[in-house]
């Protein structure tokens, strides 16, 4: 299976904004739909935005509450996930992974190692 690679986490300050980006090495994610969710510690992974391979639409989870977008960059082979007015229980090791469709649980990639972001004062 594929291995999707995630980066752009840090620490950032409670109202901050990141973006992270996820990729692959010689796999194209063009017309894939990637989904990015989220595990804090102690927590189950939980899915955090969607974005669909066939009419580019893309879905956000409650979790996200209006702050997140997710966008494609088919050029450089990368879905990013920015991310507005964190809060602190925001904090968590954000993953990507390739999903067989917005409203399906099921993935298709391999777990990758995460992005750590960390929202503190």
């Known amino acids: 299976q594929v291995q999707l690679v995630e980066s752009g986490g840090g620490l950032v300050q409670p109202g901050g904004s990141l973006r992270l980006s996820c990729t692959a090495s010689?796999?194209?994610?063009?017309?894939?739909?990637i989904g990015w969710f989220r595990q804090a510690p102690g927590k189950e992974r939980e899915g955090v935005a969607c974005?669909?391979?066939?009419?580019?639409?893309?879905y956000e989870t409650d979790v996200a509450k209006g702050r997140f977008t997710i966008a494609r960059d088919n050029a450089k082979n990368t879905v990013y996930l920015n991310m507005y007015r964190l809060e602190p229980q925001d904090t968590a090791v954000y993953y990507c992974?390739?999903?067989?469709?917005?409203?399906?649980?099921?993935?298709?990639?391999?777990w990758g190692q995460g992005t750590q972001v960390t929202v503190s004062s």
């Open positions: 992974a390739i999903k067989d469709g917005c409203g399906s649980s099921s993935i298709s990639s391999s």
């Open positions: 974005i669909s391979s066939t009419d580019g639409y893309w």
């Open positions: 010689g796999f194209s994610l063009v017309h894939r739909t």
